[in-house]
């Protein structure tokens, strides 16, 4: 499980964590083959998930729009613990997820008879209850669908159908005294598709334009591209060990280098030359030099000269970083095979 920073630019695990099933964590001798820290206890995805959140929040990490996959953005009680860490979300969701369509809302609290306790909880009835969102978007007309460009591929632009609205979330909301917040419904439904192909549910403001919330919504096509060079150009797929601290080690010293890897590229043409990196580097008292770093007189010829200065002018614009949570298909080591 992990957790990238990203922009259109490139994307970083900043938070890896292999997950540890119940049957495993309560069987005492698998963890002693595995090395499994007496510390490490089982923990579901989404806490696991939220816990990444949490320390990248501590840690100073620039807070952006949180990306989450369906395994997590279907559970809303993470949905809501986001929103309770003062971020925003575009959540994939499944099909089956039920909300209460554009102008509905659950039904208010029984009017109190004077006796017994105030009702509290919203309600539904037979008549009036919410509609899982592949209802939602199949009963939509074809004027709500609109093709979007979102970013360029090996061979061609990236479009597809969309469709936005604004719903609330109905999971559980009977056990609730107010009804949820509105959010965006985007519902992806491809040329040539027999039904619509996914689905998010998001907190953006409500003045967010379409284009923009599609082009969040896929950006996660950056963060899952990056993890396939993770797994097969830096190996992070490769580990054969049979630890738990040695799958770690193994884990952190790849994104060290595909970290390192990513920064390099961005001074190689056609993203370069001197391109800023895409992420911020931190600062260093002057003149220091890190072991191990090259002489940083310059070279014969300026060109190849890495630390040279780069015009302001010649610097892509930087974006703000996005959040986003993965769960991983990485081949775990032998001995804690899930």
Known sequence: MTLSLANRYASLPIAYRLYLPQEWAADAERRRQAKVPRTVGFRSKPEIALDQLRAACAAGVPRGVVLMDAGYGNHSRLRAAVTELDLTYVAGILSSTSVWAPGTAPLPPRPWSGRGRVPKRLRRDFLHRPLSVKALALALPAAAWQRVTWCEGSDD??????????????????????????????????????????????????????????????????????????????????????????????????????????????????????????????????????????????????????????????????????????????????????
């Open 157 to 338: 632009w990236l479009a597809s159908r969309f469709a936005r609205l604004r719903v609330r979330a109905a999971h559980h909301d009977h056990k609730l005294s107010a009804p949820r917040a509105q959010e965006w419904l985007l519902i992806e439904w491809p040329e040539g598709e027999a039904e619509p192909t996914k689905y998010w549910l998001s907190s953006l403001p409500e003045e967010i334009t379409f284009d923009r919330l599609v082009n969040i919504a896929k950006l996660r096509w950056r963060i899952e591209r990056d993890y396939r060079e993770l797994k097969q150009e830096v190996g992070l797929g490769h580990y054969e060990g049979r630890g738990w601290r040695g799958f770690h080690h193994h884990a952190s010293m790849c994104i060290a280098a595909y970290g390192f890897l990513i920064c390099e590229q961005q001074t190689i043409p056609p993203s370069g030359p001197g391109s800023a990196p895409p992420f911020e580097e931190p600062a260093l008292p002057q003149g220091r030099r890190l072991r191990g770093t090259a002489d940083p007189h310059r070279t014969a010829h300026p060109r190849l000269h890495r630390h040279r200065e780069t015009p302001s002018h010649r610097r892509p614009r930087q974006e703000p970083a996005t959040m986003s949570l993965l769960s991983t298909d990485i081949p775990t080591p032998r001995a804690v095979q899930f």
